[in-house]
DNA sequence: TGACCGATGAAT
DNA sequence: TTCATCGGTCAT
């Protein structure tokens, strides 16, 4: 199947975050080429949640590539020593995205595991700061757009509904109320994910 | 110019 | 549970 287009990205985030699982990210780095399937999502939507680096329409350097169109690659640095990598969601202007919290590892696992330092599959991508050591995303790969040819990702079949769950999301319990909107989405039972569903 | 802090990970 | 570690943000 062929790579996502522009128009898949300009649409409502949380639907966005829940098509996204099971589809392929690719990087076609200097080193080879790596890729890996989507297992778990979160929806960050801009100017209405307190979780968003875009909250209420905030708007610096920083953040910038967030208010542009839906199909780019918003990476930042976390405690110092992380990146986090997000798809951007929707039209230009709209401050809206998903952040990708956990890859299944598909091509390019020597690499991976050579920039992670561990050769334990479950372990390379599952969470937002590893996969992005793992994938070779950091500071330079803010603002790539994601309908070019080194970072980009490949159409698969949607998952049926039953396969999907969704919780509320991660570390984020300074964000009042946004703290418990169930807008992180994985792939059910799936093994790559970061951090497990709670059992009820 | 400087103080504060975080969408994490790894070790304990 | 603790802490490493530093750019972004915002208040001086």
């Given at each position: 199947m062929g790579k996502l287009a522009r128009d898949f990205y300009l649409r409502d985030t949380c639907e966005v975050a829940k098509e996204l699982l099971g589809k392929i990210l690719v990087h076609e780095t200097g080193r080879g080429m790596l890729r890996a399937r989507i297992v778990e999502t979160e929806a960050y939507r801009g100017v209405?949640?307190?979780?968003?680096?875009?909250?209420?329409g905030k708007r610096t350097k920083r953040v910038e590539v967030l208010y542009g169109p839906g199909g780019f690659a918003y990476v930042y640095l976390i405690y110092g020593m992380y990146h986090c990598m997000n798809v951007v969601t929707r039209d230009e202007g709209v401050p809206e995205c998903v952040l990708l919290r956990a890859l299944e590892p598909l091509e390019g696992t020597d690499i991976m595991m050579e920039c992670r330092g561990t050769r334990d599959i479950k372990k390379l991508c599952s969470g937002p700061g590893k996969l992005c050591m793992a994938m070779g995303m950091d500071m330079l790969t803010n603002g790539e757009d994601l309908c070019g040819p080194e970072l980009y990702i490949e159409d698969a079949p949607a998952l049926p509904e039953e396969r999907i769950v969704s919780s509320k999301r991660i570390n984020i319990d300074y964000a009042g109320e946004a703290r418990d909107y169930p807008w992180r989405y994985m792939i059910r039972d799936n093994p790559f994910v970061s951090v497990r569903e709670k059992k009820a």
């Open positions: 209405i949640d307190k979780a968003s680096h875009a909250f209420g």
